[in-house]
């Protein structure tokens, strides 16, 4: 008798397929660093949602997950969409691009190639039907929540990951450390100069700071969240997910001051680690963590991009 092998099938998810999906998803997420495994709940909520939740910021337009069936089995996952990431969002509305958010391949090697081109067979098709000729994959900005604190990238050490994309002619757009400080005590503060305040914005659990020169020209801003202990035991870590200083008030300590807020902020709530990702481009930001007692995790993460042909 001649062996059947199971054909493979690819469709956009349905209802029924989302427990599914949410295990599929969380096997590769328990892989990464300050990540939470996603239950049925959080699949609804950060993946499913008509506007479903970013750390930065980032407007999703509309979006759709696609499933690779053989043999009845889930193995494989995408969720694409078409809108803006932070780094165009200030781009017209009739401007939108396209947009990975997640990958779950199988863990047999002999099927990725297979997963992979089905599903991204489908995703441009979806692409091109909302005009789209350009797409960003991993993104920080369209991250789920209980990804890596919100942060999308692609960690590096997924290699079938990077070696699937790239087969598909994504190419690598921007590289990004990982670096954690543990909190113990508070840092002094030091005011770099008079008549400087700081105005703050949203809870204490998701906190901004604008920073202004006599209550009017606007310094800079900072912002981080706090991200509670998952229900594996994952420990508690506060996220600086911003901070930015206007160029006119640059090499002034500004930046220096609002870090120390922040770091100081975290450690009164009790938080152990204040954990920030950085672009390989932003010398200076990484020169100002290490100086305050930032350490580099063993990480590398990407966001990819690919120009869609006709």
């Known amino acids: 008798m001649i062996p ?14 989302h427990p599914a999906a949410a295990e599929l998803i969380s096997e590769w997420i328990g892989a990464a660093p300050y990540s939470r495994p996603l239950d049925q709940a959080a699949f ?11 750390v930065f910021p980032a407007s999703l337009q509309r979006h759709q997950q696609f499933g690779a069936w053989r043999a009845g089995q889930l193995i494989g996952f995408l969720d694409c969409a078409v809108g803006r990431d932070s780094d165009s969002l200030d781009l017209p509305e009739y401007y939108p691009l396209g947009l990975v958010r ?27 039907e909302n005009g789209i000729g350009y797409v960003k994959a991993f993104h920080i900005s369209t991250g789920y929540p209980s990804f890596q604190g919100g942060a999308g990238i692609l960690p590096g050490d997924w290699a079938d990951h ?57 310094v800079g801003a900072a912002r981080y969240i706090l991200v509670p202990g998952g229900p594996g035991g994952e420990p508690p870590f506060a996220h600086l997910v911003h901070i930015e200083v206007d160029p006119r008030w640059r090499r002034r300590n500004m930046a220096r001051w609002m870090l120390r807020r922040v770091i100081n902020d975290a450690t009164l709530q009790g938080y ?8 390989h481009e932003a010398a200076a930001a990484l020169n100002l963590f290490v100086q305050h007692g930032f350490q580099e995790l063993n990480y590398r993460g990407y966001s990819l991009e690919l120009n869609l042909t006709a």
């Not at 059947?4 to 397929?17: F, G, K, M, T, Y």
């Not at 997640?102 to 091109?128: K, M």
């Not at 105005?199 to 202004?212: H, K, N, V």
């Open 102 to 128: 997640f990958l779950a391949l199988p863990q047999r090697q002999d099927l990725i190639n297979d997963v992979v081109e089905a599903l991204f067979s489908l995703a441009q098709e979806y692409w091109r």
């Open 162 to 218: 990077v070696r699937a994309l790239t087969m598909l002619g994504f190419r690598f757009l921007t590289r990004y450390y990982c670096l954690r400080r543990p909190l113990h005590e508070p840092l002094e503060e030091a005011v770099p100069m008079a008549d400087l305040s700081v105005a703050f914005r949203g809870a204490p659990a998701d906190r901004t700071y604008q920073l202004y020169h006599r209550r009017t020209d606007w």
């Open 272 to 279: 152990p680690e204040l954990v920030v990702h950085v672009a």
């Open 4 to 17: 059947i092998v199971p054909s493979l099938s690819v469709r956009p998810l349905d209802a029924s397929d």
């Open 44 to 54: 609804e909520r950060e993946v499913c949602a008509d506007e479903p939740p970013v």
